[in-house]
């Protein structure tokens, strides 16, 4: 199931992330990819908004990996939230080195540029595209968003 969001501007982008928080669980993968400047890491602001996520959320292009506490949606079970930059890699190998999958099977685990590591989303993650669409004007995105079986499902009722 694929989602479509419309966004003409960073703030709709970000609350789009945040109402995404709500589908993540223990354990859950959020897959990222769009252009340079599309957007991925103003979305995952967001997303960290809603995880309730208080530290100032930044991009990891340099430190690679992000660490960040935050609590699941609806519950007071905390949530331990990694996040990645995979820009300079070019291999899943390379995600594991930079240590993305060290943090225990209940992270939340988000990783921008995700194509450049991995073909294909693993089986029950969340795939975020975001498209810069300049032919229409220079703050208009669209965001994908798709996910398999029930989540997908919900998501799609979510934004309808
Ligand atoms: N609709 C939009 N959604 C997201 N960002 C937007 C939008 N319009 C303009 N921008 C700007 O584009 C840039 C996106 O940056 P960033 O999230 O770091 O991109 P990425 O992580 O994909 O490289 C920000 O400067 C943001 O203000
Ligand atoms: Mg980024």
Redesign the pocket.
């Known amino acids: 199931m694929t989602v479509k969001v419309i966004?003409?501007?960073?703030k709709?982008?970000g609350n789009t992330g945040e109402k995404i928080a709500r589908f993540l669980r223990p354990g859950s993968l959020v897959l990222l990819d769009?252009?340079?400047?599309?957007?991925?890491?103003?979305?995952v602001k967001g997303l960290c908004r809603g995880l309730g996520v208080s530290e100032n959320v930044t991009?990891p292009t340099f430190a690679l990996i992000n660490i960040y506490k935050g609590v699941f949606p609806g519950s007071s079970e905390k949530a331990e939230i990694v996040h990645c930059d995979a820009y300079r890699l070019s291999s899943l190998e390379d995600l594991y080195d930079a240590g993305f999958f060290d943090f225990g099977e209940d992270a939340v685990l988000i990783c921008?540029w995700a194509g450049n590591v991995m073909k294909e989303p693993p089986m029950g993650s969340i795939s975020v595209n975001?498209v810069r669409r300049d032919d229409i004007s220079?703050?208009?995105?669209e965001i994908y968003i798709s996910a398999e079986g029930e989540e997908g499902e919900l998501i799609e009722k979510a934004f309808h």
């Open positions: 966004s003409k501007s960073s709709k982008t769009g252009d340079l400047g599309a957007g991925k890491t103003v979305f991009s921008e975001i220079k703050n208009y995105r």
